[in-house]
């Protein structure tokens, strides 16, 4: 299912459902049927964001270090986007909104 975020600051971000449950996780709030970050929420918000970029980063860095695709013993396959890739429309979203101190909705 997709849930489309919206603010009056830029224009609407839209995502699967996991991914906005999990993003919405990391910054302290819950998906249900409608809900908001309000403009005292969204300095934290950011932090908490950028934060676990920098680590999801770091990790995935160190990953690649030991990674041995096509090695013997070791098949190929993808890596999956990093939670930068994933967050970044959004966390563009939340910086707009900080801008403009504008409140982010979403419902189903």
Excluded at 1 to 19: E, G, Q, S, Y
Excluded at 63 to 92: K, V
Aim: a negative charge.
């Amino acid at each position: 299912m997709l849930i489309t975020f919206k603010c009056h600051a830029c224009p609407d971000v839209m995502m699967l459902d996991n991914l906005a449950q999990h993003l919405l996780g990391i910054i302290g709030k819950r998906l249900g049927q409608r809900g908001v970050i309000t403009p005292e929420e969204l300095g934290p918000a950011i932090e908490k964001l950028e934060a676990a970029i920098t680590v999801d980063k770091r990790e995935r860095a160190e990953h690649e270090g030991h990674f041995h695709e096509g090695e013997d013993g070791h098949e190929r396959h993808e890596i999956p986007p990093g939670l930068a890739q994933r967050a970044y429309p959004f966390l563009d979203m939340l910086r707009a909104a900080q801008k403009e101190n504008s409140d982010i909705v979403w419902g189903l």
